[in-house]
């Protein structure tokens, strides 16, 4: 707990990813949803892990790696989950902490594990996630600690806790303290929040201005406003929220912001070896932009870049130093 | 257990690597010895855990990581190390057994934990390894199958087992039963195992024909036989054993068997990123050319593609198709 002001809160996700490389009959074979997510129980991530090949784990979690990003570009940030007091628990508090992310939230002491997220990247870089959750999901209202989400500039929420009943509550008091207390209300899109049964009810948040900052997908834009056309999708969307963020891969990113439209094509990758955190990243370096006070364009391209640094290697935290890539 | 024919059984400790990049001053600011291994208690280790940066766990171990190399080269391989029932030790046994690696050591029910080592990376590609054993320390003699030591060609020992009295303890049974059983019992050096009050034992046990191959590098010939000169203590150990591996970095390798000396160049690299693991690769590789019948210098060719791969990048779990890479 502190009262000094903070950049970003962010809440979602505690995960450590556990990252193999596969070819695409493997994905076929284990009828995977090919560069999509997918929630498991235990016993189908186990017999998932048995089945796949050697790995190595980073910490993940999507708001997190935006987190732990910003902390990398030089932003005073806090991430709110839920991790257990096991081993891969204590990796993804280390890797938070090192960077100088402020996590405070007190671990589980009883079952389910720390989640993971078994990423299978196959040769053409696209990752198919397939998350067992664990912790992570039991992250509960009471866990939020108001001060810190009202000293902060924005709050960060991750579209993947807005599915399962209980982190959405807390996703809904978030929002309700910062309606209170001043931050801007970033959200992030993931496709599993696009199913019937939880669109509804966020765009029933979205279109009673609970929402900000919308980042997204072409996808999810198409899924979270049932139009056939993209053009249609973010219109709609853009006169719901200040700020409408789109990536788009290779196609660069899009951005709206009272009226305004700008279009930016990707960073240059010399090889894209794993598009896992592409959208985490991209959303950290847009942040950031804005944090420091940069325009919508600017903000883009920083965005643009964090996401080229993320993709030229595995896992979804920084190897290069993001400070000296981007020099906000 | 099984009684078909297996190319190497190899003994070591079962760690989960854990891998940051760093600085020298960091290095120096908590004085370690770079480029060297040094075994931590679990306070220690958990301070230095604390001060370190953000990591990526990748599993290693000495000989395990020649295994799973083996293995990746197309060996039939067992390896035999104690984990603990726990997370670390999961990711442990997952990916031995997800290449093909007999592991069936049953898992520690109680404390230690599965052992970590905690892997520095400074930008020079040199490794420092802090290793926090845990588990690793606590193989007993009665772990041995004696049938699948039997069985093999190759019995693989890894020098870090030598040092604590429990694991040593482990390794003379293994040379036990393989002199009565038939593998040829191979040797891997490491430093710790020069120690005064470890080299006396180890030089009465090569003295008394217990090795037939022995790997080291330069370094540690000088600390094993006390010579000042490299070449004398290399006439002193090549008289011993069998065959003789002395690995020496960036100036390649030499060989000795039945009086015949070799010499060959190291493979070239682009870019050195870590250097863990080199020993371990050369290992895998040379042994590979042996189990498969190629002669000394072709073994020590091999040895030295498979060490190329693992330097160039993080980790020292090979991330090419090393068939492919050396076809044997």
Chains 1, 2 share one sequence.
Not at 7 to 34: H, N, R, Y
Not at 92 to 104: I, K, N, Q, T
């Amino acid at each position: 707990m502190t009262s000094s002001k903070l950049d970003i809160v962010a809440i979602g996700d505690a995960l450590v990813d556990v990252i193999a490389t596969t070819d695409d009959a493997f994905i076929e074979a284990q009828g995977l949803p090919k560069g999509a997510m997918q929630l498991l129980t235990t016993e189908r991530a186990d017999e998932l892990y048995a089945a796949m090949g050697p790995a190595r784990e980073i910490s993940g979690g999507s708001a997190a790696n935006s987190m732990a990003s910003a902390a990398a570009l030089g932003l005073d940030v806090a991430f709110v989950g839920q991790i257990s007091d096991d081993q891969l628990g204590d990796i993804f508090a280390h890797d938070m902490l090192s960077l100088g992310v402020r996590f405070e939230t007190p671990p589980l002491t009883a079952p389910p594990p720390t989640g993971r997220c078994l990423i299978l990247v196959t040769p053409d870089g696209q990752r198919t996630m397939n998350t067992c959750p664990g912790a992570s999901h039991q992250l509960r209202p009471e866990a939020l600690d108001e001060k810190l989400i009202a000293s902060a500039s924005v709050l960060m929420l991750e579209g993947y806790l807005w599915g399962p009943e209980l982190p959405r509550q807390t996703l809904v008091r978030a929002i309700k303290i910062a309606r209170q207390a001043g931050p801007k209300v970033a959200f992030t899109l993931s496709e599993s929040v696009c199913l019937p049964g939880r669109r509804e009810a966020l765009n029933e948040m979205i279109g009673s201005g609970g929402v900000d900052l919308l980042f997204l997908n072409d996808n999810e834009a198409l899924q979270l406003t049932g139009e056939q056309e993209l053009a249609a999708a973010l219109a709609t969307l853009s006169a719901k929220v200040e700020t409408l963020v789109v990536t788009r891969g290779a196609k660069g990113a899009l951005g709206y912001e009272n009226g305004i439209a700008v279009e930016i094509p990707a960073a240059p990758v010399e090889q894209v070896v794993d598009t896992t955190g592409a959208g985490d990243l991209f959303a950290a370096g847009f942040l950031a932009g804005r944090c420091r006070g940069r325009d919508l364009r600017c903000s883009l391209e920083i965005g643009a870049l964090c996401a080229g640094e993320i993709i030229s290697h595995f896992g979804a935290r920084p190897e290069k130093d993001l400070k000296k890539l981007v020099q906000l």
